[in-house]
């Protein structure tokens, strides 16, 4: 039987504010969500500080070893957006206007007070990238080899995301099923293994949860077969409900 | 002048969970609050998978080079909660049941069906642990040299926070000032930029929003000295205020 190609993404989180606490990050749960549809495995993400010699170890390790690699924060016009400029050490090239970043942001502030050298800093970019398209402000993401440098604000990473959707090659999207119980793990952890071993190609992750004072989990099966996530739920919640539980089947 | 000592603290999460979207992490902004309130600054995070070549790695660069390592998730009775298993191996050291987990869960499950073989799982620690209360449920939080491992469900992870508030060697804390202002921050870049120079011992983050059409941006002044983040705060808000603008000044 021939192996399945399976494509990775690592994501690097940039900026103090996530680590301080100020800022609960988003982007880790929407990107891995985007690239679950893409046939892409979120493999590995980091969060580093704004600081270049940590931007570059992240980048580079992560970039070797994983089919595609995004980052997250420090693209804006402000002193400490050093993105572009670290991913540029990291790649060992220079950093340029882009010429078409140049004529976007000068249409956004057209009518915005014009485009001054601060603004124009949103234009640069490490030597032979590309731009993503960003349809909520001026600054457009950029894509360099396999890297693609995002916005940190959510919902323009969001807009950028969308504008990428179906242009990254991928293998078969991980397929999920949800099977919810009032039980503890701890009383079907031999099932949940045995289940996992039953059925080759699936992993069982079960997630605890505790609500009114009572103990319950939810069982999670992934198989990028869906036929398979489809069988394995079905024999785990018979099995669950022959022990005399009542089962909420959700996903797949 | 004598060079301030910073403690560090790094986080590993581990879990499919997260990589996968199906769960939005907290523990990294739960972390990284209690950790300044203890004058620890989180340095560095990493999500990984439920691995162990994934945690190993993870684990021995990030404990080697930080005061202490902080792990969530993965602690539990199943088949998939290896994380034991691998700090274990990071280390080198045998697993063993400790002692005074195996009365713990003894008396948590008296009433529950007693402890099975599957729920003493949760008393596993690498050889030469010590155990961190946990006041939700029966599996306690392990400490092993400068290694913190902790539960995955956020509430858990809080009550074994509060249990080591206090016991941790640590510095001063970061103090921040929140200024926001109805203001591109390509207005105010180069404003920014000279304060942060002109208050040595500050950073000033910008964060920008985008609320009803309008944009906005927050200016986070941080220091371990409270009267360097008190002063420029005053001052970039009298400059901010000079352009015509309204500012909301908070924190501190």
């Given amino acids: ?148 440098i995002m916005a940190g604000v959510p919902h323009i990473t969001a807009g950028m995301l969308d504008a990428l959707t179906g242009t990254l090659e991928g293998g078969r999207p991980v397929v999920s099923g949800t099977i919810g119980c009032w039980v503890a793990e701890s009383e079907v952890a031999d099932l949940l293994r045995d289940s996992e071993k039953a059925h080759a190609g699936v992993s069982i992750g079960s997630y605890p949860f505790f609500r009114d004072g009572r103990t319950g989990a939810n069982f999670v099966v992934r198989s990028a077969d869906a036929d398979l996530v489809a069988q394995c739920v079905a024999d785990l919640t018979q099995a669950l409900e022959a022990g005399g539980r009542t089962v909420t089947v959700g996903g797949i």
Same sequence: chains 1, 2.
Avoid: C
């Fill in 1 to 148: 039987m021939e192996q399945e190609r399976i494509w990775t993404a690592a994501l690097v989180v940039i900026g103090d504010e996530i680590l301080s606490g100020r800022t609960q990050d988003k982007n880790i749960a929407q990107l891995a969500s985007w690239l679950n549809v893409q046939g892409i495995r979120l493999a590995e993400v980091r969060v580093v500080p704004d600081r270049e010699p940590a931007i570059v170890e992240a980048v580079n390790i992560l970039r070797a070893r994983n089919d595609y690699l995004f980052t997250t924060g420090g693209i804006g016009p402000t002193h400490d957006d050093i993105t572009v400029d670290a991913i540029a050490a990291a790649l060992g090239v220079a950093v340029e206007h882009h010429p078409e970043a140049m004529a976007t942001l000068e249409a956004y502030y057209a009518t915005r007070g014009g485009l001054t050298e601060t603004r124009a800093r949103m234009a640069r970019v490490p030597a032979g990238a590309g731009l993503i398209p960003n349809r909520v402000s001026g600054a457009p993401g950029i894509r360099v080899g396999n890297i693609f």
